[in-house]
C-alpha cells in the first residue's frame, strides 16, 4: 500500500507557492483507485503521486484546489498553480519513460478540456479519470496502448460529430476491454457505489468544440 498521508503532505507542501493553505488535509482522490487496480509493480508509488497531482492540477483549472485557500475566482493564480501540478506530475511519469502513459493522462487533460467547455455534469469528468486509473493499470499490465485509449478514441469521435455522450456508460463499455486482473474497484466507481469527492465548480478557463456530453 502507498502511503497515503506522505502523498497528501507532498501536495500540501507543493500548493503553498500559491497561497494559504486549505483549512482541511488533502484527501486523496484517484490515487487510491488506482492502487487497487494495479499490480504493485515498480514505480507503483510514482504513479500514484503523479496522479493526484495531475488531479490537482485539474482541480485549480476547473475545480476547488485541495491544497489551498486562494479563490477559484483568482484566475491568474489558479490557472499558473494548475499548470504547475500538471507539470509536476506528468514529469514523474515521464521520467519512467512510460511514453504510453502519459499520451494517455495527456488524452484525459483533452477531453476534460471539452467537458468543460460545454458545462457538462462533473460526474463526466469522473467518470473518465476513472476509466484512466484503469488504462494506466492496464498498461503496465501490458494492455496495448491503443487499447487502453479505446475511450477516449470513441469521445473525440463522438465529440468530432456533434453527437452527445453518454460518457459514464461509455467508459462502462470501454474499461471491461482492458483486461485488468481486478475490475471490481473500477466497476464500482463507474456504476456510482463509489462516494464521490465534493468538489465546488469553478468558472472554465477556455472554451471547447460545441459538443453535448452527459454523464
Do not use: K, N
Not at 503532505?9 to 507557492?17: I, P, R, T
Not at 491544497?67 to 483568482?74: L, R
Not at 473518465?128 to 470513441?154: I, N
Not at 472554451?207 to 453535448?212: F, G, K, Q, R, V
Amino acid at each position: 500500500m502507498v502511503d497515503a498521508a506522505a502523498v497528501a503532505e507532498g501536495l500540501s507542501a507543493a500548493g503553498l507557492a500559491f497561497g494559504p493553505p486549505a483549512a482541511t488535509p488533502a484527501a486523496l482522490r484517484w490515487g487510491p483507485l488506482f492502487d487497487a487496480l494495479d499490480g504493485h509493480g515498480d514505480g507503483h508509488a510514482d504513479y500514484v503521486s503523479a496522479v493526484e497531482l495531475i488531479y490537482e492540477g485539474y482541480l485549480f483549472h476547473y475545480r476547488q484546489s485541495r491544497v489551498s485557500a486562494t479563490p477559484a475566482d483568482a484566475r491568474e493564480t489558479t490557472l499558473l498553480a494548475g499548470d504547475f501540478f500538471y507539470a509536476r506530475g506528468l514529469r514523474l511519469i515521464a521520467a519512467r519513460g512510460d511514453a504510453a502513459a502519459v499520451g494517455l493522462l495527456a488524452r484525459l487533460m483533452a477531453a476534460c478540456s471539452q467537458l468543460r467547455g460545454v458545462g457538462a455534469p462533473f460526474a463526466a469528468d469522473d467518470a473518465l479519470w476513472a476509466y484512466t486509473m484503469g488504462g494506466l493499470a492496464a498498461l503496465r499490465a501490458g494492455t496495448p496502448a491503443a487499447t487502453a485509449a479505446g475511450l477516449f478514441e470513441r469521445f473525440d469521435a463522438a465529440v468530432a460529430d456533434g453527437v452527445a455522450v453518454d460518457v459514464r456508460g461509455l467508459a462502462r463499455a470501454e474499461a471491461r476491454r482492458l483486461g485488468l486482473r481486478d475490475a471490481a474497484p473500477l466497476e464500482r466507481e463507474l456504476s456510482g457505489e463509489a462516494a464521490a469527492a465534493p468538489a465546488a465548480a469553478a468558472p472554465a478557463s477556455a472554451a471547447a468544440p460545441a459538443a453535448a456530453a452527459g454523464s
